[in-house]
């Protein structure tokens, strides 16, 4: 019997991981996910900006700084563009690779 | 309370068939009972005889406004089946539409979970009837559960989608950093026939530890039940079906569950 696809599993992870994501324990995944020093969950500045692509791993790193941008709703934050629509059309609904950069 | 998940990504296996069966049983010991409807298509639903077109309130209103956690409004949508003891969490077909809705929002898998943990002292054990494909309900019963039950028709065509089931499986257990114990039971069982001896004999082979070793055999004393709302074990407790889901549940009882904390789930 054949197995997932790459792209298939990648999805399903980045499903599963946002429906997965249980608020009252970000904190403390945070903690993990990241090394020293932590960025609290209100100190995303001001003009940053969150890029997002529909490709990417699975590493738990990654996956769990998502979930705090994703939370902040900083995307949806953004003026009306074509880039903000592929961003939630893509990013949003699967937990997708983001990154925060000024 | 003991959580146990029914499931599969195939239809047709007999899942509402194994719930309602495992949950009579389960009265019949004085256990109280609580089945959940997580299918849009309602058949555990309609199998007590309530419209899953016509109910004002069902799992699906849960999902919103944290009703989830308001156990007052929770005991409203729950209601009594033909057994004492055994109580049903409905579905309507709006939860069809529930995927639409709430599968972008982080923590959505978990609304189960938070409901399960307000009712924890109600009922001893929690039956989740689910849909067959991978959408935000399958994932909140596999989020909620201490254990998952496979049923697959021992026909070829269902080893797929119990591959697929494992798989899915594998990948919450993974997402929530925790082991999941489950047990594949092999049903609509029919010795007489080529297929279904292959077909448990492949399955014994690909999951030799998670196979139960006895199977659910085809009785037409499940479906006369069935048509007539009641639980197999009331309808006839000698009958093949019925001796069957005994020993099953007898199994199911010795597993050693994962510890699910009630607070988890807060």
């Known amino acids: 019997m054949s197995g997932l696809s790459h792209n298939n599993q990648s999805r399903i992870t980045g499903y599963l991981d946002t429906l997965l994501v249980d608020h009252s324990l970000w904190d403390a995944k945070l903690s993990l996910a990241m090394n020293p020093p932590i ?3 209100n100190t995303i500045a001001e003009g940053k900006y969150l890029l997002a692509t529909d490709s990417f791993g699975c590493g738990s790193k990654t996956k769990k700084y998502i979930h705090l941008l994703n939370g902040l709703s900083i995307v949806r934050q953004l003026p009306a563009s074509r880039l903000k629509a592929s961003i939630l059309q893509s990013c949003s609904p699967l937990a997708s690779e983001a990154m925060c950069c000024d | 309370m003991r959580i146990w998940s029914i499931a599969n990504q195939k239809g047709g296996v007999g899942k509402t068939t194994s719930v309602v069966s495992l949950g009579g049983l389960l009265a019949e010991r004085g256990a109280r009972v609580l089945l959940i409807d997580l299918d849009p298509h309602g058949s555990l639903t309609s199998y007590f005889r309530y419209d899953p077109d016509s109910l004002e309130t069902s799992l699906y209103d849960l999902f919103f406004n944290q ?3 308001d156990l007052d409004f929770i005991h409203k949508v729950i209601c009594p089946t033909s057994r004492k003891g055994v109580d049903l969490l409905p579905a309507t077909t709006a939860l069809a539409t529930l995927e639409r809705q709430v599968s972008g929002q982080d923590g959505m898998g978990l609304v189960l979970a938070k409901t ?5 002292d109600d009922y001893d054990y929690a039956l989740l009837d689910t849909p067959p494909i991978l959408g935000v309900l399958l994932v909140n ?3 909620a559960c201490q254990r998952l039950v496979i049923p697959t028709q021992t026909e070829h065509l269902a080893l797929k989608g119990l591959e697929r089931m494992v798989h899915t499986l594998k990948m919450v257990m993974s997402s929530q950093n925790r082991q999941l114990p489950y047990t594949i039971v092999p049903t609509l069982f029919d010795r007489r026939t080529h297929a279904s001896m292959t077909t448990l004999k492949e399955m014994r ?17 499940l479906r006369d039940a069935s048509h007539e709302g ?3 074990n009331e309808m006839d407790s000698l009958s093949r079906g019925v001796r069957a889901y005994r020993h099953l ?3 199911l009882d010795q597993g050693q569950e994962v510890k699910h904390e009630r607070t988890i789930a807060q």
């Open chain 1, 39 to 41: 960025r609290p969950l």
């Open chain 2, 67 to 69: 009703r989830c956690k």
């Open chain 2, 116 to 120: 399960l943990a307000q009712l924890w």
């Open chain 2, 141 to 143: 019963a596999l989020a």
């Open chain 2, 205 to 221: 082979q690909l999951y030799p530890d998670h196979v139960w070793q006895e199977a659910i055999p085809i009785d037409t004393k």
């Open chain 2, 230 to 232: 009641l639980f197999p």
């Open chain 2, 249 to 251: 549940l007898a199994e």
